[in-house]
């Protein structure tokens, strides 16, 4: 894996001078007392800013910041993704502050938004469950469009998502696959015998376990989908008394809600099962519930592509290879007579 060091976009320290940008989303007549380093992310540049206000008190808040036009893009959807967890879980989310561009820099972009404090302990399957349902349940059937999709690009780190609208599910997760994996050969090169098991997995096994959701008068409600729930984006808050957690860095988008459950299968993420069971303990498995155990895997492969691309090394790659070829077999897929025939696309 790469290592790289931690990105800083502002000056850090007392009394320090923030682009004029930054300090038109702060509270009107903010004095800045601090500026320090906050968190780690090979991807974004991340700061605590602590203001005395214009009574006197104090408030805290989070920016990160990132260069380019990936960037703005980085900084766009994070404002657009955090600012719908917080319509549906203001509990949950720290509520957004703004976005926008330096007017010092401009080739640098930012997000802004209450500061929370919070421990790095892994998040236990029950909270972990109760505020991923709880997401999912009051978004339920809410989506602006009623189509899955996003209004705008949401990025996995710094990998852009096509979250284009789609009234099928089936179809919208293809092409939010599609996406990925052409990112992750852009990144690491051809390979014959990755692209033949991309191919299976996009024309086989994607309609054999996500066209039946769709089927014989079946149907997905969209919910609001966090899409990246490992450990590092739910975390306890700090001094808690009942170990409630917050939620962020969502790569939003409205899609199946079993689809945030996918990271849950990646042993490198340390979730596992207990918080699917809990988390099936508040919301019933969508039907076919014979078929959850593939769609899980479906949904998983999201994840083994994201590593692939994110870093250049080989072992993650060889993950995904794995991975497909066990699901492959799983669904039977990939063979001139399929064990299982396929419903009708809609």
């Known amino acids: ?40 992310s090979l991807w974004v540049g991340t700061v605590k800013i602590v203001v005395e206000l214009a009574d006197g008190t104090t408030a805290e808040f989070f920016k990160k910041g990132a260069h380019g036009s990936v960037g703005i893009n980085m900084m766009k959807g994070t404002w657009e993704a955090e600012s719908a967890l917080y319509k549906f879980v203001p509990h949950y989310t720290p509520q957004p ?21 919070m421990d790095d302990d892994l998040p236990g399957p029950r909270e972990w469950a109760k505020a991923v349902s709880s997401l999912h349940l009051l978004s339920m059937g809410k989506s602006p469009t009623g189509q899955f999709g996003f209004p705008v690009a949401t990025h996995l780190a710094n990998v852009p998502v096509n979250n284009a609208w789609n009234v099928s599910w089936e179809a ?42 769709e089927s014989e008068g079946r149907s997905i409600t969209p919910c ?33 809600n079993e689809a ?22 508040r919301v019933p498995i969508s039907e076919p519930q014979a078929d959850f155990d593939g769609r899980n895997a479906v949904y998983a492969m999201k994840y083994h ?10 072992k993650f790659r060889q993950v995904l290879i794995e991975e497909l070829k066990s699901l492959i077999n799983m669904a039977g897929a990939g063979r001139s007579d399929p064990d299982v025939a396929l419903p009708p696309r809609l």
């Open 172 to 213: 919208f997760w293809t092409q939010q696959m599609k996406s990925l994996f052409d990112q992750e050969a852009r990144v690491n090169g051809p390979d014959d015998e990755l692209e033949a098991l991309k191919t299976t997995y996009m024309s086989e096994v994607i309609p054999r376990y996500l066209r039946p959701l």
């Open 305 to 314: 592509a994201l590593l692939s691309t994110m870093y250049k090394d080989r």
């Open 224 to 256: 609001l989908i966090h899409s990246d729930l490992w450990p590092g984006n739910i975390k306890p808050k700090a001094d808690s008394y009942d170990v409630e957690l917050c939620m962020f860095d969502a790569c939003a988008y409205w899609g199946h």
């Open 97 to 117: 502050v703004g976005w926008g561009t330096y007017e010092n820099d401009p080739d640098t972009s930012f997000y802004l938004c209450e500061f929370v404090d």
């Open 1 to 40: 894996m790469e290592k790289r060091e931690t990105l800083h976009t502002d000056p850090i320290g007392d009394n320090v001078q923030l682009d004029p940008a930054v300090v038109a989303k702060l509270p009107p007549n903010s004095k800045i007392l601090s500026v320090t380093p906050s968190g780690n």
């Open 260 to 281: 945030d459950l996918g990271i849950c299968r990646n042993p490198r993420y340390k979730l596992g099962q207990p918080c699917v069971q809990e988390y099936h303990k």
